[in-house]
């Protein structure tokens, strides 16, 4: 069962195909951040609900939380025996990602007490190669901050001889973005082949064995020109893209 306990829909960045940024009410209603009585109480809902993918995002950054670490490391630490989740997974943006977080995280990844892949991915959505690019397609110019963010987390994770969090590093191929895909790959691929990792080139959602550059699809209003897109992106770097069905769902 895949759980999302949304702990903000606030961004910090408005990327163009994202409805987050499409609206100054994402939900319907002011944008605001969860409390941490409402996170406690959450959590210990999940008691009894099997196996639980638990992740702490839906439209918004999650890091953006005031208390983001905190509410993390409260759930490892309540989560003994993997009793309220099996698996967790950030997704983020990575434009606040500190190395005390980044260290912190993987850390957490080692919690005792429950299955060593509890802490399974971080979803780093990074959606373009080149500066210009980065800044039409997230509304932000912010291509640097995040490049030296991530990079920094995969070499930290190294450092502390740490096999999780695995990393999935997302592009959303689109008409800004389709043409760099290539040089996308090669960037990431050769920094992860440089730190010895196991790495998977995918068009669909990643594994969670090993790190994963994913080449993920475009939903929109013309939704045969993304797939069309997507499918040459996808052959630009030798793997096939999914086969939609024909409600365009993969």
């Known amino acids: 069962m895949n759980v999302n306990l949304e702990l903000t829909d606030h961004c ?12 100054d009410d994402a939900h319907g209603g ?10 406690r109480r959450s959590l210990q809902g999940l008691r009894g ?3 639980v993918a638990l992740c ?10 005031p208390r983001f670490d905190a509410f993390v490391e409260y759930a490892f630490a309540v989560n003994r025996s993997n009793e309220l989740f099996r698996t967790f997974k950030v997704h983020t943006n990575a434009v606040i990602l500190s ?5 912190r995280l993987v850390r957490l990844a080692a919690s005792p007490g429950q299955a060593p892949d509890t802490f399974t991915a971080i979803h780093f959505s990074i959606d373009a190669f080149h500066p ?3 800044a039409v397609v997230k509304g932000a110019d912010k291509h640097a901050l995040v490049y030296k963010n991530v990079e920094r987390f995969l070499t930290i994770r190294k450092e502390l001889g740490a096999e999780r969090p695995v990393a999935h590093l997302a592009i959303v191929v689109q008409d800004e973005n389709w043409r760099e895909v290539g040089a996308f790959v090669k960037h990431w691929g050769g ?11 995918t068009a669909d959602w990643p594994p969670f064995d090993a790190d994963a550059i994913y080449l993920r699809r475009l939903n929109s209003g013309d939704q045969a020109r993304s797939d ?6 996808c052959r630009g770097v030798g793997i096939v893209a999914p086969t939609t069905r024909p409600d365009g769902s993969f």
Request: charged share 25%.
């Open 191 to 201: 920094l992860l082949d440089r730190l010895g990792r196991r790495w998977n080139l």
């Open 49 to 51: 609900m099997g196996e």
């Open 30 to 39: 002011p944008k605001k951040f969860m409390s941490f009585d409402t996170w």
């Open 12 to 23: 910090n960045i408005r990327c163009r195909m994202c409805s987050q940024s499409m609206r």
């Open 56 to 65: 702490p995002h839906w439209l918004g950054e999650p890091t953006l939380h």
């Open 228 to 233: 069309a897109l997507h499918a040459s992106a």
């Open 132 to 134: 210009a690019t980065y």
């Open 99 to 103: 190395p005390e977080r980044a260290a």
